[in-house]
Nanobody, 121 residues
């Protein structure tokens, strides 16, 4: 079992920054791929960013490239999402996820409870 707890959401003005954190349980954290997803109100959940296992390759949605950075600290079992130059369209509930399978084509199988990010214009 993997438990994920997000924090760091809040209200920020357009152009501002926030850093989301996701604390993960489990002694094999470094072997999981970790991801961030978001769900704007009334829409489907969408991919934001992913960081692969200990090698740390990263992937981003086109909408956040150059503005968001995903990173992980395996000594603390935490994954971060640094969000800069925020836009009102970034407003959403942000979810942390873990993929315990070693295959990148498999789905993320553990999810956090989500944290609200609101960007005012």
């Amino acid at each position: 079992q993997v438990q994920l707890v997000e924090s760091g959401g809040g209200l920020v003005r357009a152009g501002g920054s926030l850093r989301l954190s996701c604390a993960a349980s489990g002694r094999t954290f470094s072997s999981y791929a970790m991801g961030w997803f978001r769900q704007p109100l009334g829409t489907e959940r969408e991919f934001v960013a992913e960081i692969r296992r200990s090698g740390g390759n990263t992937y981003y949605a086109d909408s956040v490239k150059g503005r968001f950075t995903i990173s992980r600290d395996s000594t603390k079992n935490v994954v971060y999402l640094q969000m800069n130059s925020l836009k009102p369209e970034d407003t959403a509930v942000y979810y942390c996820a873990a993929r315990t399978s070693p295959w990148s084509t498999d789905e993320f199988d553990y999810w956090g409870q989500g944290t609200q990010v609101t960007v005012s214009s």
